[in-house]
């Protein structure tokens, strides 16, 4: 979440064009939305599968996975973007 207000404050900072905010944006977004999928499946495991089971495990590996594929694309993307605006 801080990245993200910083990425916007970055964004703002450097007024980036508008094709740059919708990628920022979308790839914030995709990191929100992933955790919020991650975070209920994990919750619905728990509930179904209080017990430790290996295919419950592998559920809620898979969906942090997913968070953390996307949180490594938004670093990506974030470096992309302003990683050239700052060193300038």
Do not use: C, H, Y
């Amino acid at each position: 979440m801080f990245l993200g207000i910083l990425a916007v404050t970055l964004g703002a900072f450097f007024e980036i064009s508008v094709f740059e905010w919708l990628a920022l944006i979308l790839i914030i977004a995709s990191v929100l939305i992933l955790e919020l999928i991650n975070t209920a499946i994990e919750e619905i495991v728990n509930i179904v599968s209080p017990e430790i089971q290996e295919r419950a495990r592998v559920a809620k590996d898979v969906s942090a996975g997913a968070v953390l594929i996307a949180s490594l694309a938004a670093v990506f993307i974030g470096v992309f973007l302003f990683f050239p605006k700052i060193i300038q």
